[in-house]
């Protein structure tokens, strides 16, 4: 089994920046890709930015090209999610997710962080 830990949620102005963390943990055979999504209120959840541990390839939502960054420090099994120049429209529940395999394969959910970017 394995456990996703999510920090760094909270409010910033917009314009503003935060920095997601994301810790997988547990008995961790290996990942194969981390990455982060976010729902909003009375809106379905979508992909915000994925990377793959195998090339480092990354995929980002069209909303966030430019202004987020995903990078992973596959050693400590953590993805980082920068986001700058944050709009009101990126106000959601951010989740951590993982495809890895603990003791058989599938998918994982963090517990969700609250960004709201607000004046």
């Known amino acids: 089994q394995a456990q996703l830990v999510e920090s760094g949620g909270g409010l910033v102005q917009p314009g503003g920046a935060l920095r997601l963390s994301c810790a997988a943990s547990?008995?961790?055979?290996?990942?194969?890709?981390m990455g982060w999504y976010r729902q909003a209120p009375g809106k379905q959840r979508e992909l915000v930015a994925n990377?793959?541990?195998?090339?480092?390839?990354?995929n980002y939502a069209d909303s966030v090209k430019g202004r987020f960054t995903i990078s992973r420090d596959n050693g400590k099994n953590t993805v980082y999610l920068q986001m700058n120049s944050l709009k009101p429209e990126d106000t959601a529940v951010y989740y951590c997710?993982?495809?890895?395999?603990?003791?058989?394969?599938?998918?994982?959910w963090g517990q969700g962080t609250h960004v709201t970017v607000s004046s």
């Open positions: 997710h993982a495809h890895l395999t603990a003791g058989g394969t599938r998918d994982y």
């Open positions: 990377i793959f541990s195998i090339g480092g390839s990354t």
């Open positions: 547990g008995s961790i055979f290996s990942i194969s890709v």
